[in-house]
């Protein structure tokens, strides 16, 4: 999704100051909302922002650099409907699923990054209960978006045990979790 300046931006994720993201799909001919998504601010982290080329040289406003969100890497638990498909969602769904990823607001942006993309090899897994094998399957790909951590099986198990202390996961036996549900 398009966006405004990359350095806005990223002083804005630095400052902890930026809003949620509101996206809104309509019907013109009818005059109705068929889609009212929010991402909570807490799931912006600097990798979901993409830097863009600069404008030409011919532009008005040579060489700004603007920035993309992309949606794609924010993980579907940071994508709360209050309408889908023409259709409002129960408030009380709506809270719960807000409610289970408040605990992110607290952390540092570099901690909510690493949970952020424990979350969504999680949801990657496509099942609720999973091994932590499963989890260790995209150790490569953490260690390529985090170059600098050396001890990436470990950072994971970490990251695992602080969603299940936060209620995300829950622990059922050695190296097994449950994602737990949403459902009020």
């Known amino acids: 999704m398009l966006d405004g300046s990359f350095r806005t931006k990223c002083d804005r994720l630095a400052a902890n100051n930026n809003p949620n993201l509101f996206l809104l799909n309509y019907d013109f001919k009818l005059?109705?909302?068929?889609?009212?998504?929010?991402?909570?601010k807490h799931f912006f982290v600097r990798e979901i922002i993409e830097k863009r080329k600069p404008l030409a040289a011919s532009a008005r406003r040579a060489g700004w650099v603007g920035s993309n969100?992309?949606?794609?890497?924010?993980?579907?638990?940071?994508?709360?409907?209050?309408?889908r498909a023409g259709q409002i969602e129960p408030k009380e769904s709506v809270l719960a699923k807000w409610n289970r990823t408040l605990f992110l607001r607290n952390e540092a942006p570099e901690a909510r990054g690493w949970l952020i993309e424990v979350m969504k090899c999680v949801e990657n897994i496509g099942k609720p209960e999973f091994q932590i094998d499963d989890i260790?399957?995209?150790a490569d790909r953490l260690s390529r978006l985090y170059p600098d951590n050396r001890n990436v099986k470990p950072k994971i198990r970490q990251q695992l045990q602080f969603l299940r202390?936060?209620?995300?996961l829950d622990f059922v036996s050695r190296g097994y979790y449950r994602l737990r549900s949403v459902d009020p």
């Open 165 to 168: 202390d936060r209620g995300y």
């Open 69 to 83: 969100i992309l949606l794609n890497h924010v993980p579907q638990s940071g994508k709360i409907f209050i309408v």
């Open 31 to 40: 005059l109705s909302v068929t889609n009212l998504l929010v991402v909570p």
């Open 136 to 138: 260790y399957a995209f």
